[in-house]
């Protein structure tokens, strides 16, 4: 099984400010077509989860280009340039490589 | 308009089985996945399960398999989701959600609440 390690636990940021969120692998996410199948979504309080980022770094339609995803192999992060009041959430990753999807155990984004 | 709309809350006594139903509409129902996930209170997100409505293969997560079966009705365009031998650790919000495996899980549905007690 693909287990993925998210860090922090917890990002308490300033509005305005940057926020980042690792994600590791213990498994190369790269396929052989050169795409990394990985993941971003942010479930914000009372709310479904939502698709920020797949293939490590295209954003999905509609997420604001505040939001960057990175990285290869299993190695990965998210950046959110300026964080917003409406930023606040808890962040997944995701491994999309194996049919059975495996998900981080969530970073909790919040204004200080 | 792309929409998953999911059944009510139920609460259902240990030992039971319950079904979740999602309704889609808004796109080809034969060409994407549905992904089956849970939120159990104060914890994160579990992936549980996946079908592809063309031809009704399924896979499910370890933990899943053998207490939880997929199907799909193409004639009504919903998936259902079905968990038996329930416990206390089975209450949860269930997700259906929309998939491909080139462009990430897009549409989710509304969540269904299925609590579990004697």
């Known amino acids: 099984e693909i287990v993925l390690t998210q860090s922090p636990v917890s990002v308490p940021v300033i509005s305005g400010e940057p926020a980042s969120i690792s994600c590791r692998s213990n498994q190369s996410l790269l396929h052989t077509s050169g795409h990394n199948y990985l993941e971003w979504y942010v479930q914000k309080p009372g709310q479904s989860p939502q698709l920020l980022i797949y293939l490590a770094s295209i954003r999905a339609s509609g997420v604001p280009d505040r939001f960057s995803g990175s990285g290869s192999g299993t190695d990965f992060t998210l950046k959110i340039s300026r964080v917003e009041a409406d930023d606040v959430g808890l962040y997944y990753c995701m491994q999309s490589l194996e049919t059975v999807r495996t998900l981080g155990q969530g970073t909790k984004v919040e204004i200080k | 308009q792309v929409h998953l709309v999911q059944s009510g809350a139920q609460v259902l006594k240990p030992g039971a089985s319950v079904t979740v139903s999602c309704k889609t509409s808004g796109y080809s129902f034969n060409q994407y996945f549905v992904h089956w996930l849970r939120q159990a209170p104060g914890q994160g997100l579990e992936w549980m399960a996946i079908?592809?409505?063309?031809?009704?293969?399924?896979t499910y997560a370890q933990k899943s398999q053998g207490r939880v079966s997929l199907t799909s009705d193409t004639s009504t365009t919903t998936v259902y989701m079905e968990l038996s031998s329930l416990n206390n650790d089975d209450t949860a919000v269930y997700f259906c959600?929309?998939?491909?495996?080139?462009?990430?899980?897009?549409?989710w549905g509304q969540g269904s609440t299925v609590i579990v007690s004697s």
């Open positions: 959600a929309r998939g491909n495996h080139n462009y990430g899980i897009d549409v």
């Open positions: 079908i592809n409505p063309s031809g009704d293969s399924t």
